[in-house]
């Protein structure tokens, strides 16, 4: 979820104007969304479908959710951008900021959606679904006779001395890590203090704090015996037949949206409620679960028995903690400070 992509499509059909070789006004609808496997889902599993129903022409261009919110802002004035696609940290940005429109609910079907995925007012929804949790290695755990974790406090374990690689607070693992440790020991997003100190407990064990969100090379390269990771993630890696498996803590796994929005005064605000409806759609829903390993949003969706523990699944929906990123930005700052004296600093 942390890298991203501009699409650019051509519009030739769905009542919009004739194409035209630039974004904006001139009959291109923009959307700004990941990049990396997920562009790839969409070339292969999303667009074509979309491209039949509205004659589009699709071109992609890269950038991070965090850059297209900065865009967002950039072009508030004159927007260029029709759809975006970013994770629902940076989607609270957005709509704190007044930058997005309204879902229309008569188009996107919002109503199936399950909980975790409606944003507050419909100011966007989300549309892919993943966990923070523990990634471990099983086999290495059974080689030093250390029992599979099943709480974030199963970090500290003095046997896992250097052999965890920590996120570090500047990404969502981190805040993730924060939050759920904090929320075990009875604190919450108003306050991260007890999650700061059970944090501290762990970075005894910490090899290092990961900023990449990918720890893919710690694991393979034998630094890593366990880490803070998610789901989705843990899956690419397992898919290459490297020894991992990922765990949802006792004490609450963290809930991770992808989110489709509108952008506020779009120049073709009809065709991007229809393309985020799309990306509702069931055969798409089902199609970025297998190519992304992101759960879907939708009620009902019938899931692949091959995904099964591969992605979020139905029976665990509900147990995900979802996150207070309003109060989660606001504070952002001071917690970063105290992680760094605190947690860091060891």
């Known amino acids: 979820m942390t890298s991203a992509l501009t699409l650019t499509v051509a519009v030739t059909g769905c009542g919009a104007p004739s194409p035209a070789a630039g974004g904006g006004k001139g009959g291109a609808l923009v959307v700004a969304g990941y990049g990396g496997s997920f562009e790839t889902a969409f070339r292969d599993s999303v667009l074509p479908a979309f491209e039949k129903s509205c004659g589009c022409k699709v071109t992609y261009i890269p950038g991070s959710s965090t850059d297209t919110v900065a865009k967002l802002k950039a072009q508030r004035a004159n927007p260029q951008i029709d759809v975006a696609l970013v994770d629902d940290g940076p989607q609270a940005q957005a709509q704190e900021a007044g930058l997005l429109a309204s879902i229309d609910t008569r188009v996107v079907p919002v109503d199936d959606v399950v909980k975790i995925a409606r944003m507050e007012n419909d100011s966007g ?14 086999e290495w755990f059974e080689d030093h006779g250390i029992p599979k974790p099943t709480t974030w406090e199963d970090l500290a374990n003095p046997k896992l001395r250097d052999k965890v690689v920590l996120p570090s607070i500047v990404n969502t693992y981190g805040v993730g890590l924060l939050v759920g440790a904090s929320k075990a020991n009875g604190g919450s997003e108003k306050n991260v203090d007890p999650g700061l100190t059970a944090v501290k407990k762990i970075a005894k064990n910490a090899a290092t704090f990961d900023t990449t969100a990918d720890v893919s090379n710690y694991f393979l390269q034998g630094q890593a015996a366990a880490s803070v990771w998610g789901v989705s993630r843990t899956s690419t890696l397992a898919e290459k037949d490297f020894p991992i498996e990922f765990v949802y803590p006792k004490d609450g796994a963290i809930g991770l949206v992808t989110t489709a929005n509108v952008v506020k005064k779009a120049p073709h605000e009809e065709l991007a409620q229809k393309f985020v409806a799309h990306l509702l759609e069931p055969s798409v829903q089902r199609a970025l679960a297998k190519a992304t390993y992101d759960g879907s ?24 903690l979802k996150l207070d990123w309003k109060t989660i930005n606001k504070n952002r700052s001071a917690w970063t400070d105290k992680w760094n004296k605190q947690v860091e600093s060891k």
Do not use: H, M, R, W
């Not at 929804?125 to 099983?138: E, M, S």
């Not at 949003?297 to 995900?320: C, F, H, R």
């Open 125 to 138: 929804v989300g549309f892919g679904l993943t966990a923070t949790g523990i990634a471990y290695n099983p």
């Open 297 to 320: 949003v939708i009620q009902g969706v019938k899931e692949d028995p091959a995904l099964k523990n591969k992605v979020v699944g139905t029976d665990k929906v509900d147990s995900l």
